[in-house]
């Protein structure tokens, strides 16, 4: 019984396996509020290109 408790403890492949399950979490995360980040900046670029476009260019009434 022993040397099986001793076997069990001495185990590393289960910590190595949650170790690659933070690190993908971890990525994921990172990923995520890059994406968001970029995604609020491409929001507030073509909103300024769309309010040079409206001032630049003059609308024609039908």
Known sequence: ?????MKFLRDE????????G???GLIAVAII????????DLTSIFGNIDT???TAVPTKAP
Not at 13 to 20: K, N, R
Request: net charge neutral; hydrophobic share 50%.
């Open 13 to 20: 492949d289960g910590v190595t396996a949650i170790e690659y």
């Open 33 to 40: 509020v890059g994406a968001t980040n970029i995604g609020s």
């Open 22 to 24: 933070l690190i993908a």
């Open 1 to 5: 019984m022993n040397a099986k408790l």
């Open 52 to 54: 040079q476009l409206k």
